[in-house]
């Protein structure tokens, strides 16, 4: 990767334009992982507005006392300062939403952006305070949308390709220059960042059992998982588990989808599929780097990377769908289903394309107008981008 490629990728050019994204009277909310670039993104566009702006952080002790209250008239007389308020890690202010509500109730033309790694803590805070006053985003690691303005499509299918199978997609991650700082960061961001907001905010006695639960996981993407199972692993009650994996999804480590069903007999719907949010992750969950060629689970990479990269494509670009996996109990599936518009669209996720692939009779009898297509290496892109 040139200098210049990781300069743009790590430093500014991200899916969104903040600045056009912000309207008076509105909070503009963006969540996402840590680690996954919303405070580089406020730095561009600390650098770029000309709007009289207030920025300051979670962690700042003024702004904990000026909301905890919330005390209204010191409030309206720290915000009438300004035109546009910035707050990053803005989950660890309590009351924040109330106190926000407060801001763009009372003081005109005002312009909000806050952002939060912990969606569950933030989304509590804000949620009903904020009706109809705010908007909301998601970064997520950086996508083959992204990616394709700096790369060729023979890039992206051959040579970048193995690389975002093994180290997954976040910035720092991507932007490293070796495979070996590459796992590092991984390493690091695992260890140190991955299940911060959940320890914190829940005050899980065990995080060796959160770390027990995800390598049992990371070891399933692609399959149907079973609660009670992972209940008899971990040796812990089967609501702990369900408890555990709702957190998990809700601070962007894991993707839960569910099995799709028009409540015919033979369609298998009680389980979910699990699927991490970056897949350099879950390789540095079961501390796997190999090569493709010297890996067994290509086929459950593939599903995960793809699967990922689609979802974010959908929501970058405004592609409302329901997303499902479909299978039945003779063992016929097929790995995304996506109903759009009233339209069902069927994807079959396949590494190795030499290989044809029909539609499962199953899905054709019952669905007879719907769509559906395998997705491998050498056709990904059009189906991301």
Not at 226 to 251: F, G, P, Q, W
Not at 252 to 259: A, E, L, Q
Not at 360 to 380: A, C, G, L, M
Request: aromatic share 12%.
């Amino acid at each position: 990767m040139s200098l210049q490629i990781q300069e743009q990728i790590k430093y500014f050019d991200r899916v969104y334009d903040l600045e056009s994204l912000l309207k008076p009277q509105k909070a503009l909310v963006l969540y996402g992982p840590r680690q996954i670039g919303k405070t580089t993104l406020l730095q561009a566009l600390i650098k770029k507005t000309r709007l009289k702006k207030f920025q300051g952080t979670g962690d700042d002790l003024r702004l904990k006392t000026l909301f905890s209250e919330p005390d209204f008239d010191g409030l309206i007389s720290f915000a009438k300062d300004y035109e546009l308020i910035i707050i990053d890690e803005a989950q660890n202010i309590p009351n924040i939403g109330l106190g926000l509500k407060i801001i763009i109730d009372h003081v005109e033309n005002i312009k909000i952006i806050v952002t939060g790694s912990a969606s569950f803590e933030l989304a509590g805070q804000i949620g009903e305070p904020l009706v109809g006053r705010k908007r909301t985003y998601t970064l997520f690691p950086l996508s083959v949308l992204e990616l394709s303005k700096y790369y060729t499509p023979y890039q992206l299918e051959n040579e970048l390709l193995e690389q975002l199978l093994l180290f997954g997609c976040y910035p720092e991650v991507l932007t490293a220059e070796t495979n070996k700082e590459k796992r590092e960061a991984l390493m690091e961001i695992t260890n140190l960042y991955l299940l911060k907001d959940v320890l914190a905010l829940e005050k899980i006695k065990s995080p060796k059992i959160l770390r027990d639960l995800l390598q049992l996981l990371a070891w399933q993407i692609g399959n149907e998982v079973s609660l009670t199972e992972l209940s008899n692993s971990l040796n812990i009650d089967y609501k702990t588990v369900a408890r555990y994996l709702d957190l998990l999804e809700k601070v962007f480590v894991i993707v839960s989808v569910r099995g799709f069903s028009r409540n015919l007999r033979k369609e298998v719907t009680k389980k979910n599929k699990y699927f991490f949010l970056d897949i350099g992750i879950r390789n540095a969950i079961i501390e796997n780097f190999n090569t493709i060629n010297l890996r067994n689970d290509i086929g459950q990479l593939w599903e995960n990377f793809v699967f990922l990269e689609r979802m974010k494509t959908r929501d970058y670009k405004q592609i409302y769908a329901n997303q499902y996996f479909w299978r039945t109990w003779e063992q016929q599936e097929i790995d995304l289903i996506e109903e759009r518009d009233g339209q069902l669209f069927a994807y079959e996720f396949k590494w190795n394309d030499k290989k044809k692939i029909k539609t499962p009779k199953q899905w054709t009898d019952n669905y007879k107008n719907s769509e559906f297509k395998v997705i491998t290496p050498k056709n990904y892109q059009e189906f991301v981008l």
